[in-house]
């Protein structure tokens, strides 16, 4: 999957990098990243010599039909793996539980503490769960990675992708021996969490929201929403107002002919 998915990335979108040396030869380590594409997950193992293992939604691999095997035969090939995000806490458990076996077999996991992709290109508050616990409980060093310009490649609605040159900021590994033993201390978690956010914000350069993605979402879909019914509401007073003064007109005219 690296020559045939890494290679033509690579030739056609030429991502730039910094800080590959931070990444080590060898052992387990965590990718914290920002999240700004559906294509992130592609263009940072595809710069790397080491292979990165994200979790995805287990729709990906349970799709029915000839399609659906396809689906999940890339998906496995691109590192993926399937987590079932529909059971609440359960689902949550089950990635922690994904990412430590990733660590533990000594290879690179891969993360994304927004938890879902930004609606509109700032960068969100990082949720404390997985990545926090899955640092406490492996000792695996956290390294901050930003995503730059990949959201714009491919804008929500474009079906063709923009050739742009993406970016990707790998910072220095950190070091969190000091939280040892202390995964289930929420404070702990909301600190750790945080720290690695800072970093990412330092590298990526974007605007720091201090609420969770999936908020905005909503709050953003509400705006929208809320536009929409003000227009059709704008529409249906215009409307009516024209057809008044039509019959205001039309009283008039018949006033006049009497």
């Known amino acids: 999957m690296k020559v045939a998915i890494g290679g033509p990335l690579k030739v056609t979108f030429r991502p730039w990098v910094e800080g590959l040396e931070n990444i080590p030869a060898e052992g387990p380590a965590i990718l914290a990243s920002n999240h700004l594409s559906f294509s992130d997950s592609f ?26 095997r396809l689906t999940a035969a ?3 090939g691109v590192g993926q793996l399937p987590v079932d995000r529909s059971g ?8 922690i539980r994904s ?27 990082g949720k404390p769960g997985g990545l926090a616990r899955v640092a406490l409980a492996t000792g695996a060093p956290v390294i901050p990675v930003a995503m730059i310009d990949t959201e714009k490649i491919q804008p929500p609605g474009k079906v063709l992708p923009k050739i742009m040159r ?9 070091d969190f021996s000091r939280y040892q033993g202390m995964d289930h201390d929420r404070f702990v978690l909301r600190a750790l969490t945080d720290e690695v956010m800072y970093e990412i914000m330092k590298l990526s350069g974007q605007e720091y929201v201090d609420i969770y993605a999936t908020a ?43």
């Open 43 to 68: 263009f940072l193992p595809a710069v790397l010599d080491r292979k990165v293992t994200f979790i995805a939604k287990a729709e990906y691999f349970t799709t029915p039909g000839v399609k659906g």
């Open 74 to 76: 890339f998906f496995r």
């Open 88 to 95: 609440g806490r359960g689902a949550g458990e089950a990635a």
């Open 99 to 125: 990412g430590v076996e990733v660590l533990e077999s000594g290879e690179l996991f891969g993360i994304y503490p927004e938890g879902t992709r930004s609606p509109d290109g700032r960068l969100y508050r």
């Open 166 to 174: 993406p970016g990707i900021r790998i910072g220095r590994p950190l």
């Open 216 to 258: 905005a979402k909503r709050q953003i879909a509400e705006a929208a929403k809320a536009e929409k019914e003000a227009e059709k509401a704008a529409e249906k007073a215009a409307k009516a107002a024209l057809a008044q003064a039509e019959k205001d007109q039309a009283d008039k005219d018949r006033g006049q002919e009497k």
